[in-house]
């Protein structure tokens, strides 16, 4: 078909309503069907995830809240912001090209964060009214200290997903995009439409109490308080084993393999996807591979006498290197002729020349080009097809360039393209999050812990993704074929997953923050401000897993990988991170936590976010 692509995707589904079943079994397969099938896979993907994720996410918040008003606020505000974030990225569409997957990653973190931020809201909100404050005064509160927080959150996590932004030219940079707006939609909601809801209601929001649910402990106990005060008594025999623990989990990572996501992202049961492996197995020559060395001359024709003959010299040493089965081109249309014989031969008109000959150039070769193809039976993602792109593209040629296309060589460039941009995007990345860590704290030694504890998070979900999705470990459970990584999911994970860590690092630095400068005691800073926290990190840990878990069941290996990847890290950062190592690093550094030069403390002071020294430290105000 010479129709764009939406035309022929029309044509197959009328060639599909008149296809009957018979004797034969008929399966269609090829680049329109398989388009299809990952369209129509990624839709019924994001309804089962949504089917699932909702119902859980509500109960789950009813246990949290003890209370179905108070529970049911959250999601409601998590649905706004997903239709908010979906609505953008439409719009975005009409600017930029959009990933078909990026509908379902919009989704899958508008849902986490604004359920996550509303948790914080609505259980400080619910503190402040239990102690005593009126409802004005609750709400002023709760947005000076968990709104606060959940601003510099929203911003850590959108610098997170802006590494995506430095891969222009692909759709990770849409996606990174519509992440952002997402965020940023579901913190506006957070700031406005909850406060807004949580006026009117007042008292009520704790209206239908679950019974035995949700009773308030005195302040300095619970277990959270005793689990913090037992790490920071042994802070370095927690901290050790947790840090190794960590790094075995990110071992795995050391043998990724990254490749294009071909048919195999499918699941095994997909229809087209059968048709293609019934292709390969069935049928002689499908499974090879076809590199394009392309023999471009910018001033000159490739028919000419010594432009031929160096063309023959070419395709002589492409067909000797290894793994290559046969090269096809002008000058391997018999191999009874010589190099003499194909300067003579294209040294007469192309009008003069058999119909077959010029058949083979109106195919081949144009006014300064001429396309030689490399046949190999190796899988065009394997490491002996790249070898031999990068073999094609090392030979020269006189007045002329070589030039590798096809697959496999898409595959390569994609990939290197990545590799050469992952060092500028995690660099900005961690560079702009010090900053903004820092104007929320005025501490140089609290970002510098966030970061590194963050890369130990991300080391051990990368670890767990290549020990599952590569090396093929719970496949047969999980339902997919063991491949290699795409490469653009490590770059999602580390965005979604750097931004979310540093989302529950703000969320539980904050409230230490405020109980050290409340007490005045490190310790006791942290232990409290764990106490406070630690439960509701836990339980939006524990809503997002199964958000993210929900997306898990998806057929489509691309969002399964990025759903397991994104709750293995979840999991790890709202347990060994916060619970064993923030603790355990904040015990050993001390007063050090909270400390910057005084160039750097006086900056703080003007444009930061807040004094960072213990009430009893900070200066009276001039009356």
């Not at 197995?281 to 160096?310: I, K, N």
């Not at 194909?342 to 119909?355: D, I, K, M, S």
Request: glycine residues 8%.
């Amino acid at each position: 078909l010479n129709d764009s692509s939406p035309a022929a995707q029309r044509y197959y589904q009328s060639l599909v309503s008149l296809v009957r079943q018979g004797p034969l079994h008929v399966v269609a397969t090829g680049q329109v069907p398989l388009n299809e099938a990952f369209n129509g896979t990624l839709e019924a993907d994001l309804q089962r995830a949504e089917y699932v994720a909702l119902p859980i996410t509500l109960l789950m918040l009813v246990l949290i809240f003890a209370a179905v008003v108070a529970a049911a606020l959250p999601l409601s505000v998590g649905l706004l912001a997903i239709v908010g974030g979906v609505g953008g990225t439409l719009f975005l569409a009409r600017f930029t090209d959009v990933s078909q997957y990026a509908i379902n990653v919009v989704t899958l973190i508008g849902l986490a964060v604004a359920i996550d931020y509303s948790l914080f809201v609505v259980n400080r909100f619910r503190d402040e009214l239990a102690a005593g404050a009126s409802r004005e005064d609750a709400i002023a509160i709760t947005m000076s200290t968990a709104g606060r927080a959940i601003t510099f959150s929203g911003v850590t996590v959108a610098i997170g997903l802006s590494a995506m932004l430095f891969y222009q030219g692909t759709f990770l940079a849409s996606m990174g995009a519509a992440g952002a707006i997402v965020v940023g939609i579901a913190v506006v909601y957070g700031l406005t439409f909850l406060p807004a809801v949580l006026a009117v209601l007042g008292p009520h929001v704790d209206r239908f109490r679950v019974p035995y649910l949700g009773r308030r402990r005195p302040e300095g106990t619970g277990a959270w308080h005793t689990m913090a005060l037992w790490v920071m008594r042994r802070p370095l025999v927690v901290l050790v084993p947790a840090l190794a623990v960590l790094l075995l989990a990110g071992s795995p990572f050391l043998q990724l393999r990254l490749a294009n996501a071909d048919v195999d992202a499918l699941p095994p049961s997909n229809e087209a996807r059968q048709g293609y492996d019934t292709l390969l197995r069935d049928f002689p020559g499908q499974d090879q591979t076809t590199v394009e060395a392309v023999v471009y001359y910018p001033s000159g024709s490739p028919l000419t006498s010594d432009h031929v003959g160096d063309i023959y010299d070419l395709s002589r040493r492409l067909a000797q290197l290894p793994n290559v089965l046969r090269v096809q081109s002008i000058v391997n249309i018999d191999p009874s002729y010589s190099k003499a014989d194909y300067e003579r031969l294209f040294g007469q008109p192309v009008a003069e020349l058999a119909p077959t000959l010029q058949q083979a150039l109106s195919l081949t070769t144009g006014q300064h080009l001429t396309v030689l193809y490399v046949v190999t039976n190796k899988e065009y993602t394997s490491d002996e097809a790249r070898s031999l792109v990068r073999a094609v593209r090392r030979e020269h040629i006189p007045d002329g360039q070589v030039l590798a296309t096809g697959a496999t060589a898409f595959d390569l460039d994609i990939v290197d393209f990545v590799l050469s941009k992952t060092p500028t995007a995690i660099s900005a990345v961690i560079l702009i999050t010090y900053i903004v860590l820092f104007l929320l704290t005025g501490s140089v030694v609290l970002p510098l812990k966030a970061v590194i504890t963050n890369l130990f998070s991300i080391s051990a979900s990368f670890g767990a993704l290549v020990f599952i999705f590569q090396q093929g470990h719970l496949s047969d459970l999980l339902g997919f074929t063991p491949q290699s990584i795409d490469p653009s999911i490590p770059v999602i994970l580390f965005s979604i997953v750097f931004g979310m860590s540093m989302d529950y690092e703000v969320l539980l630095i904050s409230r230490i923050q405020e109980e050290y400068r409340r007490t005045g005691d490190n310790q006791s800073g942290v232990a409290l401000g764990l106490e406070k926290s630690g439960r509701l990190i836990t339980g939006a840990a524990a809503i997002m897993c199964a958000v993210f878990l929900a997306f898990g069941l998806a057929q489509v290996v691309i969002i399964k990988s990025i759903g397991i990847g994104l709750a293995v890290a979840i999991l790890i950062d709202a347990t060994v991170v916060r619970i064993l190592i923030v603790p355990s690093v904040m015990r050993i550094l001390g007063r050090a936590n909270w400390w910057a030069p005084r160039p750097l403390a006086l900056l703080h002071a003007r444009i930061g976010a807040g004094d960072m020294r213990p009430v009893a430290q900070q200066a009276p105000s001039p009356s």
